[in-house]
């Protein structure tokens, strides 16, 4: 039998995880390790002894055999899951998107800086990014639940052209070409109020501190940074980026405490 890597097993434990449902934090109690140390593991950097493996693959519902196998197949996995737990609630970490909200997050952001001549299209994409991801990363829940993916200059939100189209419609945005330093830029001037009772004050928070941050960058300084975010490092030129990746963050994008003990 081959010897499997560290890394292999770590990516198994990692995509079982997933599918079953559970968050890092959620195993991590399950396992009582810190969210760090399954993170390490996860990424295939710190060895595991057998008691271990035996302890992962019992909260798992899966065999040591299986789960070091050669012939290990995820999809079987997932047959096997269904089987036994199709009654069970798990915790959906696939994003959904609330158009009404994204559009206010949309309205929120544009309200508080669309007077700066720096916030053209770029860069609110990457306010919106940072606020979605940050979001997620400090509770777990998805903010807009947009999908972004990743694309040349950054992550960018998909459906984004269909939703501005919708609101220029009904002149809720007015959108603008004009010369910035003897660059094209789209600008997005808003034209109605966002209903701020659709975000809670913890969003608005996360949101104002994004804004605060980076909203003076220029889009280059913001594509440049997004570029080495993990979410974006960690997904395929084109693809959709998980919402999970925040948690392999580091400084100084990680914007969570993490308890070490």
Same mark, same amino acid.
């Given at each position: 039998? /081959? +010897?499997?890597?560290?890394? !292999?097993?770590?990516?198994?434990?990692? =995509?079982?995880?997933? *599918? &079953?449902?559970?968050?890092?934090?959620?195993?991590?109690?399950?396992?009582?390790?810190?969210?760090?140390?399954?993170?390490?593991?996860?990424?295939?950097?710190?060895?595991?002894?057998?008691?271990?493996?035996?302890?992962?693959?019992?909260?798992?519902?899966?065999?040591?055999?299986?789960?070091?196998?050669?012939?290990?197949?995820?999809?079987?996995?997932?047959?096997?899951?269904? /089987? +036994?737990?199709?009654?069970? !609630?798990?915790?959906?970490?696939?994003? =959904?998107?609330?158009? *009404? &909200?994204?559009?206010?997050?949309?309205?929120?952001?544009?309200?508080?800086?669309?007077?700066?001549?720096?916030?053209?299209?770029?860069?609110?994409?990457?306010?919106?990014?940072?606020?979605?991801?940050?979001?997620?990363?400090?509770?777990?829940?998805?903010?807009?639940?947009?999908?972004?993916?990743?694309?040349?200059?950054?992550?960018?939100?998909?459906?984004?052209?269909?939703?501005?189209?919708?609101?220029?419609?009904?002149?809720?945005?007015?959108?603008?070409?004009?010369?910035?330093?003897?660059?094209?830029?789209?600008?997005?001037?808003?034209?109605?109020?966002?209903?701020?009772?659709?975000?809670?004050?913890?969003?608005?928070?996360?949101?104002?501190?994004?804004?605060?941050?980076?909203?003076?960058?220029?889009?280059?300084?913001?594509?440049?940074?997004?570029?080495?975010?993990?979410?974006?490092?960690?997904?395929?030129?084109?693809?959709?980026?998980?919402?999970?990746?925040?948690?392999?963050?580091?400084?100084?994008?990680?914007?969570?405490?993490?308890?070490?003990?």
């Amino acid at each position: 039998m /081959e +010897k499997l890597t560290q890394n !292999e097993i770590g990516r198994r434990i990692s =995509e079982i995880r997933k *599918n &079953k449902g559970y968050s890092q934090n959620d195993l991590a109690k399950m396992l009582n390790i810190s969210r760090p140390s399954l993170t390490q593991i996860e990424l295939g950097k710190r060895n595991l002894t057998v008691l271990e493996l035996n302890e992962i693959a019992n909260i798992l519902s899966i065999s040591i055999d299986k789960l070091l196998s050669n012939s290990f197949n995820m999809e079987e996995q997932l047959i096997e899951q269904e /089987e +036994k737990d199709e009654a069970q !609630e798990y915790r959906i970490s696939l994003p =959904e998107l609330k158009v *009404n &909200k994204f559009k206010d997050i949309l309205l929120y952001i544009l309200e508080k800086c669309a007077g700066k001549p720096n916030v053209g299209e770029t860069l609110l994409y990457k306010l919106l990014y940072f606020s979605d991801f940050n979001y997620y990363e400090l509770y777990e829940e998805h903010l807009s639940g947009a999908e972004y993916r990743k694309l040349p200059y950054g992550p960018v939100p998909q459906k984004l052209d269909t939703i501005i189209t919708q609101m220029i419609t009904k002149k809720q945005l007015k959108r603008l070409k004009v010369d910035y330093h003897g660059y094209p830029q789209t600008r997005y001037i808003p034209l109605a109020k966002p209903n701020l009772t659709s975000l809670s004050a913890r969003e608005k928070v996360v949101i104002d501190r994004v804004i605060d941050q980076y909203s003076d960058w220029s889009a280059s300084a913001i594509s440049d940074y997004s570029h080495k975010d993990m979410p974006w490092l960690a997904s395929k030129d084109g693809e959709a980026i998980d919402y999970e990746l925040v948690f392999y963050r580091e400084a100084p994008y990680s914007v969570r405490n993490y308890d070490e003990n």
